[in-house]
Protein backbone atom coordinates (compact mmCIF):
# COMPACT_ATOMS: atom_id res chain seq x y z
CA UNK A 1 0.00 0.00 0.00
CA UNK A 2 1.64 3.40 -1.06
CA UNK A 3 1.41 5.88 1.64
CA UNK A 4 -0.57 9.28 0.72
CA UNK A 5 1.05 12.08 -0.49
CA UNK A 6 0.94 15.05 1.68
CA UNK A 7 0.10 18.80 1.13
CA UNK A 8 0.80 21.39 3.25
CA UNK A 9 -1.79 24.19 3.68
CA UNK A 10 -0.92 27.61 5.06
CA UNK A 11 -3.88 28.57 7.49
CA UNK A 12 -3.83 32.37 7.32
CA UNK A 13 -4.62 33.58 4.32
CA UNK A 14 -5.73 30.38 2.35
CA UNK A 15 -8.24 28.51 5.00
CA UNK A 16 -9.14 31.93 6.50
CA UNK A 17 -8.95 35.29 5.55
CA UNK A 18 -6.24 37.18 7.00
CA UNK A 19 -7.25 38.81 10.12
CA UNK A 20 -4.60 38.40 11.75
CA UNK A 21 -4.00 38.46 15.03
CA UNK A 22 -7.83 37.28 14.68
CA UNK A 23 -8.95 34.43 12.39
CA UNK A 24 -11.16 35.37 9.55
CA UNK A 25 -13.84 33.72 7.79
CA UNK A 26 -13.47 30.73 5.52
CA UNK A 27 -11.91 31.43 2.03
CA UNK A 28 -14.36 31.04 -1.32
CA UNK A 29 -14.30 27.39 -1.96
CA UNK A 30 -11.24 26.38 0.46
CA UNK A 31 -14.15 23.50 1.20
CA UNK A 32 -14.65 21.77 -1.84
CA UNK A 33 -10.81 22.10 -2.43
CA UNK A 34 -10.06 20.25 0.39
CA UNK A 35 -12.51 17.84 0.06
CA UNK A 36 -11.61 17.00 -3.72
CA UNK A 37 -7.84 17.25 -2.70
CA UNK A 38 -8.56 14.78 -0.05
CA UNK A 39 -10.60 12.80 -2.07
CA UNK A 40 -8.09 12.11 -4.84
CA UNK A 41 -5.55 10.79 -1.88
CA UNK A 42 -3.61 13.48 -0.58
CA UNK A 43 -3.27 13.74 3.39
CA UNK A 44 -4.20 17.68 4.09
CA UNK A 45 -1.84 19.05 6.47
CA UNK A 46 -2.20 22.47 7.69
CA UNK A 47 0.87 24.56 9.00
CA UNK A 48 0.65 28.08 10.53
CA UNK A 49 3.25 30.07 11.76
CA UNK A 50 0.67 30.86 15.04
CA UNK A 51 1.97 27.83 16.37
CA UNK A 52 5.72 29.90 16.40
CA UNK A 53 7.20 30.77 19.91
CA UNK A 54 7.75 34.30 18.46
CA UNK A 55 4.00 34.87 18.86
CA UNK A 56 3.29 33.40 22.36
CA UNK A 57 2.98 36.97 24.26
CA UNK A 58 0.24 38.12 21.00
CA UNK A 59 -1.57 34.95 20.54
CA UNK A 60 -4.15 33.88 23.09
CA UNK A 61 -4.57 30.53 23.74
CA UNK A 62 -2.80 27.34 22.43
CA UNK A 63 -3.05 28.24 18.46
CA UNK A 64 -2.60 24.09 17.85
CA UNK A 65 -5.95 23.83 19.12
CA UNK A 66 -7.12 26.77 18.05
CA UNK A 67 -6.90 25.68 14.03
CA UNK A 68 -7.96 22.58 14.99
CA UNK A 69 -11.40 23.79 16.05
CA UNK A 70 -11.55 26.15 13.38
CA UNK A 71 -11.26 23.39 10.73
CA UNK A 72 -13.72 21.32 12.62
CA UNK A 73 -16.55 23.88 13.54
CA UNK A 74 -16.31 25.17 9.46
CA UNK A 75 -16.14 20.99 8.81
CA UNK A 76 -13.31 21.84 6.57
CA UNK A 77 -11.51 18.49 5.86
CA UNK A 78 -8.06 18.06 7.28
CA UNK A 79 -5.70 15.45 8.35
CA UNK A 80 -3.53 16.80 10.57
CA UNK A 81 -2.03 20.12 11.74
CA UNK A 82 1.86 20.41 11.89
CA UNK A 83 3.08 22.45 14.71
CA UNK A 84 6.94 21.78 14.54
CA UNK A 85 9.73 22.56 12.30
CA UNK A 86 9.38 22.28 8.07
CA UNK A 87 7.14 19.37 6.99
CA UNK A 88 8.08 17.02 4.38
CA UNK A 89 5.65 17.72 1.44
CA UNK A 90 4.57 17.05 -2.28
CA UNK A 91 3.48 20.71 -2.03
CA UNK A 92 3.32 23.71 -0.40
CA UNK A 93 0.17 25.67 -0.95
CA UNK A 94 0.32 29.18 0.04
CA UNK A 95 0.13 32.55 -1.12
CA UNK A 96 3.49 33.06 -1.60
CA UNK A 97 4.19 29.18 -3.59
CA UNK A 98 1.46 28.20 -5.97
CA UNK A 99 0.26 32.36 -6.35
CA UNK A 100 -3.10 31.60 -4.18
CA UNK A 101 -5.03 34.38 -4.91
CA UNK A 102 -8.67 33.04 -4.10
CA UNK A 103 -8.36 30.64 -6.74
CA UNK A 104 -8.78 26.89 -5.20
CA UNK A 105 -10.32 25.57 -8.53
CA UNK A 106 -7.19 26.18 -10.66
CA UNK A 107 -5.11 24.72 -7.57
CA UNK A 108 -7.46 21.68 -6.86
CA UNK A 109 -7.16 21.08 -10.93
CA UNK A 110 -3.51 21.30 -10.86
CA UNK A 111 -2.98 19.09 -7.90
CA UNK A 112 -5.25 16.66 -9.35
CA UNK A 113 -3.80 16.44 -12.40
CA UNK A 114 -0.85 15.75 -10.53
CA UNK A 115 -2.35 13.35 -8.09
CA UNK A 116 -2.33 10.55 -11.01
CA UNK A 117 1.09 9.72 -11.32
CA UNK A 118 1.06 8.98 -6.85
CA UNK A 119 -1.42 6.34 -6.94
Known sequence: MKKKPSLIVDFDGLICEHRFPDVGDPTEGVQEALETL???GYRIIIHSC????KFKNLLIGDQFDRIKEYM???KLPFDDVWVPDKPIEVAYIN??????NNNW???TEKLISNSRKYK
Not at 50 to 53: D, E, G, V
Not at 95 to 100: E, P, T, V
Request: charged share 30%; proline share 0%; glycine share 6%.
Open 50 to 53: RTSF
Open 95 to 100: DKAMNF
Open 105 to 107: GDI
Open 38 to 40: QKA
Open 72 to 74: KYY
